[in-house]
């Protein structure tokens, strides 16, 4: 159902924004975090379980919060991108977004024309409130956000062309895979994955773009607030649980072991 989008707002504003991830494909700890007051959810849908109707679900759980609900697509998959917009996703995060070829391809699908290829059934989607959002086909265009994640070392290398493609509002620095795409996987904080991320910082800032990335080794996420990043994810539903589950277990362990 229709709506401004609010972290959009956010962001244009220079306000910073922290959410988390929601990995398990559940609309009760979407509701959850919504319901916390976090500024953003993302909802995982490359690396976690879940199709349309999962994501339609945590749009739902979230819609009477002022929490916008991202939701990360199948890399390389526009054909999902435009049935998500259709759906009525507030904002789109793409992952290994290479090169500004993907990023124009991506941007297209989420465009009516002339500005993209987006087809023209708006009255009869959710995304325009089923048709009673009438000025729907006037602001669907510019109300989505859509994020580009730059995640390999190719990524760094195209990083101000990626910026500078319009239509892309966002780029978001992934170091995990950025570790492993240069062989050091896990080691966020090592110098060479540093560098590259300093890099792409460099290139985004001169294309005139925001940034978002999550907390690494040796950054917290209210450093990278420092350092200039204006969204920022930290942790996510299935790393929650499975903390609060180890501490429980660890407990009974060693009341066990006492015994």
């Known amino acids: 159902m229709f709506r401004p989008n609010k972290l959009k707002s956010r962001i244009i504003s220079g306000e910073k924004s922290l959410g988390t991830w929601v990995q398990s494909a559940s609309p009760i700890y979407a509701e959850m975090a919504a319901s916390a007051g976090l500024d953003f ?35 390389g998959d526009p054909v999902y991108v435009k049935r998500l917009v259709e759906a009525g996703v507030e904002a789109i995060l793409v992952p290994m977004l290479d ?16 500005r993209g290829t987006r087809g023209n059934a708006w009255e009869v989607v959710r995304a325009s409130s089923y048709g009673f959002t009438t000025d729907y086909y006037a602001q669907a265009d510019d109300n989505l956000l859509i ?3 730059i995640e390999t ?9 990626i910026a500078e493609v319009d239509g892309i509002d966002l780029l978001f620095i992934g170091p995990s895979d950025l570790s492993s795409s240069i062989g050091l996987p896990g080691q966020t904080g090592a110098p060479e994955v ?18 978002a990335t999550v907390p690494r080794q040796g950054r917290t996420w209210q450093q990278l607030f420092d ?19 180890s501490a429980v277990i660890d407990d009974y362990r060693r009341y066990t072991a006492a015994r």
Not at 101 to 111: D, F, L, N, P
Request: hydrophobic share 45%; aromatic share 4%.
């Open 227 to 245: 350092d200039g990043f204006v969204v920022v994810p930290w942790g996510s539903d299935i790393a929650f649980y499975r903390q609060a589950l």
């Open 147 to 149: 994020i580009g994640q």
């Open 153 to 161: 070392a190719t990524a760094v290398d195209n990083a101000r062309e």
């Open 194 to 211: 540093e560098r590259l991320i300093a890099r792409t910082v460099e290139a985004v800032k001169a294309a005139g773009k925001p940034l």
């Open 41 to 75: 959810i993302i909802v995982d849908q490359e690396h976690g379980p879940g199709g349309l109707d999962t994501a339609i679900d945590m749009m739902r759980a979230a819609s009477g919060s002022q929490t916008t609900v991202v939701v990360r697509v199948p890399p």
């Open 99 to 114: 090169t500004p070829a993907q990023a124009r391809e991506i941007v297209a699908a989420c465009r009516f024309p002339p």
